[in-house]
């Protein structure tokens, strides 16, 4: 966006290192609009663009992601502090958002049918629901991104993106592979801003933006639902999460213990599928603990650019509420049984910590830590336990571990969350729908699913004489 340069800009900072990474534009609702304009006025020309064609920029864009994988990798590192292989991780899981949803833009399908009655056919189609406004998390700066600009463009959208004021260098790097991979002008228009509540009201506000799609908290998911119920604006909501990990007593304990820890410290516990707390069946929880303690103790813990295995919180905030929330938990009685090294850097860090002796009603347990803290808890009644998870506001994923796989998927069948990873610690996946129930959110992302949230569906009757 040209008239960007005359904005007044904001620093963006390295969490590990408190250096400044880069600086950009802080745009207030005059360019929300403006990027609206842009968006609007290329809607038509892309919405008729040839599926093949769409689905020939979204594959480039997944080639060039990967070309510039390194490069990526260590942009998200810098503004978000998660450790490389994290980022890479990141890097490949984003880019396949657009090969996947280069592979679906051109699987368009659609119904025939014989009216009951005779004398009319039904031709059910989907249409492109319009511009979409779409709001995205730092914790994944690249994969909240791709995950639904694939889809919408897949649909033949155009959308209008703010990534979050702490990480918004990944999601300008994005946009300019999609310049590359010859996305035509303003079919993707970023918006970086300090002021996120006065640019999505922008949108929110415009009869031109027919779809909102949030990932982030619940709080500001519900807020702009609110706003999106003015104007019956159509929603996609993926919101908090506090997962829990079961680990039976016929689990294999290793195999337990490496996948809760993936679960747990992935990005440094800041994903909204990370394992919140830890169910072990107490014939297994001694040898559990010792063995997921042992590995904690061990993580590396520093600025990813030195290798560390795990980073530092993303920002002073996240690190001073995690603090918070384990020293209430410690007043209220847990204690601390492990915890790793901090480095002598000067960043956000906050080290692994396992929690021991917590009560299964405090807070540490029932809200969302987002930090690398993990309480371990006991269970031994199976039907306790599945009413004590249940009894939970969200719901987005969970984890088991059993030996007997028909038992784990037993339990998961009555776990109220949208996703449940069965002896392993990762539920994301391009190709399966990604989305919580209650107030973890609304709408599926990735998958077929994933673009039916930026479809419509029109049926044309045809009158058919008989
Ligand atoms: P957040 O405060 O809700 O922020 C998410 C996005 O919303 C950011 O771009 C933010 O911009 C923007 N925002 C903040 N206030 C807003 C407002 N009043 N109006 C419009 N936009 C607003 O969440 P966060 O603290 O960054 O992220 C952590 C939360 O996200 C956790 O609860 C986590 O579970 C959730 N999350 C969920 C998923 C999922 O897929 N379910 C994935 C990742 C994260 P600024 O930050 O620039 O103000
Ligand atoms: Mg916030």
């Known amino acids: 966006m040209t008239d960007q340069i ?42 008729s663009t040839a599926p093949r064609r769409r689905a020939d920029i979204l ?46 833009a051109v699987r368009a399908g659609g119904e025939y049918g ?13 249409r492109p629901v319009g511009v979409a406004a779409l709001v995205t998390p730092w914790n994944f700066p690249a994969a909240m991104a791709t995950r639904k600009i694939g ?52 949108w929110m506000a415009d009869d031109r933006v027919r779809k909102i799609s949030f990932t982030g908290s619940t709080q500001v998911g519900s807020h702009l639902l609110h706003q999106a119920a003015d104007r019956i604006v159509n929603a ?30 992935r990005n440094g516990g800041q994903a909204c599928t ?47 509420r995690v603090n918070d929330a384990v020293e209430l938990a410690v007043r209220k009685g847990a ?14 860090f906050y080290p692994p910590t396992v929690l021991v002796d917590v009560s299964h ?3 540490i347990v029932t809200e969302e830590i987002f930090g690398p803290v993990a309480p371990i808890l006991e269970w031994n009644d199976e039907e306790d336990l599945l009413d004590h998870l249940n009894n939970s506001d969200l719901g987005l994923a969970a984890y088991v571990f059993a030996g007997d796989l028909g038992r784990a998927i037993r339990i998961a069948e009555r776990l109220e969350v949208g996703m449940v990873g069965i002896n392993r610690g990762t539920v994301s996946d391009p190709s399966a729908p990604f989305g919580g129930v209650k107030q973890s959110g609304l709408g599926r992302e990735g998958s077929r699913h994933g673009l039916r949230e930026y479809q419509e569906t029109q049926y044309l009757s045809v009158d058919w004489p008989t």
């Not at 014989?114 to 989907?126: D, K, Q």
């Not at 904690?296 to 920002?315: F, H, R, Y």
């Open 6 to 47: 005359t904005a007044p800009t904001f620093a963006v900072e390295d969490p590990a290192t408190l250096e400044v990474v880069g600086h950009v534009p802080d745009l207030g609702p005059t360019h929300a609009t403006t990027a609206v304009d842009r968006a609007a006025a290329a809607f038509p020309g892309w919405a």
């Open 59 to 104: 594959r480039r864009a997944y080639e060039l992601m990967l070309r510039d994988q390194h490069e990526l990798a260590t942009l998200i590192s810098r503004e978000n502090g998660k450790s490389l292989q994290d980022a890479t991780n990141e890097v490949v899981y984003a880019a396949e958002f657009f090969r996947w949803y280069s592979e679906e």
């Open 114 to 126: 014989e009216s009951p009655g005779g004398g009319a056919r039904t031709i059910v189609t989907s």
């Open 151 to 202: 889809p919408a463009l897949a649909a033949g959208c155009t959308v209008v993106i703010k990534p979050a004021a702490l990480t918004p260098l990944t999601m300008l790097a994005i946009a300019e592979i999609l310049g590359e991979a010859g996305l035509p002008e303003g079919v993707v228009e970023v918006v970086t801003t300090r002021s996120s509540g006065a640019v999505v009201s922008a």
């Open 236 to 265: 996609s909501m993926e919101l908090g999460g506090n997962a829990p990990v079961i680990v039976t007593e016929d689990a294999d304990v290793a195999a337990a213990v490496e996948g809760a820890l993936v679960a747990k410290f």
């Open 274 to 320: 990370a394992a919140n707390r830890i169910y072990v069946h107490s014939d297994v929880v001694r040898p559990f603990l010792h063995a997921f303690g042992a590995a904690v103790e061990k993580l590396t813990v520093g600025p990813a650019l030195d290798g560390a295995a795990i980073g530092p919180l993303v920002s002073a905030n996240e690190r001073q």
């Open 335 to 348: 204690r601390v049984a492990y915890t790793a090294e901090l480095p002598a850097a000067p960043g956000h």
């Open 361 to 363: 009603d405090s807070s």
